[in-house]
């Protein structure tokens, strides 16, 4: 980067440092030089030999140069998060037979997501490998088209191939920052699992029972973004893809966060790692939770911020069971 | 920290400036800009090895690379301003020792120096680099100044710039009257200079990490030059990031330049890269590798808030690039290399024939 002695600078420039009259005597005593050009602009405001000692005039500051903006130059759409609104048309045409043939998913209160402005959307996490993220997100952009940004482990961003797509796709590392930034500045809809990894993690008999809500970082986010949050409450993602063992080791020494083995692998063979159950989806958007705080706070009542993701986790855990009450089967709902 | 101007301010007698590291792209580059700026007197640069750039009134003075003779000079100059260019970001430069002497014994000497007691110095700029925020796949989107790095820094690159910043920080607390700033340049691109990334866009397949493709932020080497004279020019202290506008994916970088990526094994380091290196293919230390993993962004928007105006976005430093590239690939390095206007200006200067009044150039110095 910088500091660069490069070969190619000294092949263009090098005649140009001209040898002085002096260089002899500069090398004579490396250390501490001798002067070795005469200060220019003192002689002429010093000497009477004016005329003589020609004074290089001060270069005028050169003209900004003119460029094309960065939409002509640019080949891609890749936008500074990593999603690209073309692979995202492009997933979505694939993904829209598994969304509305297989899962058929059925939206309860899409209106209490705004049109713009941005929304934390906050939702129950599950399946193995998770059904929900796609289902939410494919949900909104298709009937709300406005794009949605998913939170997630940075641990996908490590894995070759998956973590590009993931990043294409509108998914991008929960860093604070980045959804600050992303709600705050940007307005837009971002989607995050407190739960984390807690979620999808958890054995199929204790389905529907939500984990610990993190620390309550998104509350915090949400507050000092001057968003809403909005809870999602998700039934069907736990019967898509239910865990009935977990291989502690082999995830330990693979990497990752958990290591499931599923029905669907019991059911499929080697298709079941990737295939998922035909559970029928529904979701409901709750009522948007306003904060009523100054946004930009350096800091927020931690138990003000325990309190309220408590109250949206057990809002959604409401829900969640009220829902459960009154779905007749797991397959037609 | 508070920005005092000297009674009498520097402004009014011209600055006297320092420049480190005068024989690098960097230092020559600073030091042409700053002989066009008519508020500056004098032009001291530092190096181990001669400038390469054609340089009408910036005094040269060779010094060993960690900058020992430093107090003497400063003291028998009396600058007022120094610009620290002289730290290597570029790992492929100098051994891993090599480069700790230069930039982490270097740079503390060099603020020895400038915090001598009756030190005349009064404003230090310091070329850093993003490369202090490190690079994981944690790391968030954008780094703001104030971000800490996600990991511990594990690169000789990234710790001893690490350990530069933290002389940078101990001098600013120390001497609260001198105005101190920091810039922490994203990835350098640009018609001239060459850096790892360049040589690697220059190859007729450009190597990039199976799987990955992450967003690169660049900054062309004109707003490099421009920003240290803006910082200078406004007095601004402080740490700033600077880096042009946007990211773009590597494979897009790649594709803006005309060339497709030849994928490297996305688990590959550097060890296994050695045979490939030792080729001369192209070097890819680690940092590098890792960047072509996940990349990393930086916010460049302090910087703006404070009024400078970025020419070139990441994408149009990474058009210039490649112009100049192409360029270059007609009409090679050619550039005139011969002017008599020069070496007559030489004669004019230096030659004992022409008539000249007493030392102009002492009278000055025992004015201030």
């Given amino acids: 980067m910088a500091a660069s002695r490069s070969p190619r600078q000294t092949a263009t420039t090098g005649k140009a440092a001209t040898p002085r009259p002096t260089a002899t005597r500069r090398r004579a005593s490396p250390k501490v030089s001798t002067i070795t050009a005469v200060n220019a602009r003192a002689a002429k405001a010093a000497s009477g030999s004016l005329d003589l000692v020609h004074v290089p005039a001060a270069k005028p500051a050169p003209a900004r140069p003119r460029l094309d903006d960065d939409a002509t130059i640019r080949h891609g759409d890749v936008d500074e998060w990593g999603r690209s609104e073309r692979m995202r048309a492009l997933a979505r045409q694939v993904y829209d037979p598994l969304y509305s043939k297989w899962f058929r998913v059925e939206w309860e209160g899409l209106e209490k997501i705004p049109a713009n402005g941005g929304a ?16 939410i997100m494919h949900g909104i952009e298709k009937e709300l088209e406005r794009p949605v940004y998913g939170l997630a482990d940075y641990f996908f961003r490590k894995v070759p191939v998956l973590g590009t797509m993931w990043s294409r ?125 100054e946004p930009d706070q350096e800091r927020y009542s931690k138990s003000r911020i325990m309190d309220e993701s408590e109250k949206i986790r057990d809002h959604i855990q409401t829900e969640l069971y009220d829902m459960l009450r009154e779905r007749r089967s797991i397959w037609f709902g | 920290m508070p920005a005092p101007q000297l009674p009498g301010g520097p402004h009014q007698t011209g600055r006297r400036v320092l420049v480190t590291g005068l024989g690098t792209f960097w230092g020559g580059r600073i030091a042409q800009a700053l002989e066009a700026d008519p508020t500056v007197d004098v032009i001291i640069g530092l190096d181990t090895t001669e400038p390469t750039v054609e340089l ?48 982490v014994i270097g740079t503390m000497n060099l603020f020895a120096a400038a915090s001598a007691p ?53 001098f600013a607390e120390d001497n609260p009257h001198v105005v101190v700033s920091l810039l922490r340049f994203s990835n350098v691109i640009g018609s001239e200079i060459v850096t790892p990334l360049t040589r690697a866009l220059e190859l007729p397949l450009v190597p990039s990490m199976f ?36 990211l773009l994916p590597w ?27 030792r080729l001369g293919i192209v070097d890819l230390p680690e940092e590098y590798l890792n960047l072509l993993r996940f990349g990393r962004g930086v916010d460049n928007r302090k910087l703006k808030d404070a009024g400078f105006e970025y020419d070139y976005t990441s994408a149009q430093s990474v058009k210039a690039f490649i112009e100049a590239v192409r360029l270059r690939k007609t009409i090679g390095n050619n550039t005139p290399s011969y002017s008599y206007e020069r070496d007559v200006e030489q004669f004019f200067r230096h030659s004992p024939s022409v008539v000249r009044e007493a030392p102009a150039y002492d009278r000055r110095r025992s004015d201030t």
């Avoid at chain 1, 934390?120 to 289902?135: E, Q």
């Avoid at chain 2, 970088?253 to 050695?274: H, M």
């Fill in chain 2, 251 to 277: 494979t897009e970088v790649a594709s803006l330049c005309g060339k497709s990526t030849f994928p490297l094994p996305p688990y590959i380091s550097d060890a296994l890269l050695w045979p490939v290196k």
């Fill in chain 2, 56 to 103: 009408e009134r910036t005094e040269y003075v060779r010094v060993d690379a960690n900058y020992s003779i430093l107090a003497k000079i400063v003291r028998a100059t009396r600058v007022d301003t120094i610009i620290h260019t002289f730290l290597v970001v570029d790992p492929t430069q100098m051994s891993k020792r090599a480069m700790h002497e230069v930039n």
């Fill in chain 2, 118 to 170: 009756d030190s005349t110095v009064r404003n230090v700029i310091v070329k850093s680099a993003t490369a202090v925020y490190g690079c994981g796949p944690e790391d968030p989107t954008w780094f703001t100044e104030d971000t800490p790095p996600s990991r511990a820094l594990r690169r000789p690159v990234e710790r001893s710039l690490d350990q530069v910043e933290g002389y940078v920080r101990d």
């Fill in chain 1, 120 to 135: 934390l959307l906050v939702a129950n996490h599950a399946g193995a490998i998770p059904s929900d993220a796609p289902v």
């Fill in chain 2, 211 to 246: 799987g990955f493709d992450p967003r690169f932020q660049f900054v062309h080497e004109d707003d490099v030059v421009r920003s240290i004279l803006f910082v200078l020019d406004h007095n601004l202290s402080g740490v700033y990031n600077v880096a042009g506008d946007g």
């Fill in chain 1, 169 to 293: 796709l509108g998914g991008l590392p929960a860093h604070p920052d980045n959804a600050y930034r992303l709600l705050r500045e940007q307005k837009q809809l971002v989607l995050v699992f407190p739960e984390g990894t807690k979620g999808p993690s958890k054995h199929a008999s204790e389905r529907y029972q939500l984990a610990r809500f993190g620390r309550g970082g998104f509350v915090e986010i949400a507050m000092r973004a001057g968003v809403p949050v909005i809870p999602i409450a998700v039934v069907g993602a736990e019967e898509s893809m239910p865990i009935i063992a977990k291989l502690p080791s082999v995830a330990k020494a693979a990497g990752l966060p958990y290591m499931p083995v599923t029905a669907n692998m019991m059911a499929l063979g080697p298709l079941g790692l990737v295939g998922y159950f035909p559970a029928k989806f529904k979701l409901r958007v709750l009522d948007p939770v306003y904060f009523n705080v």
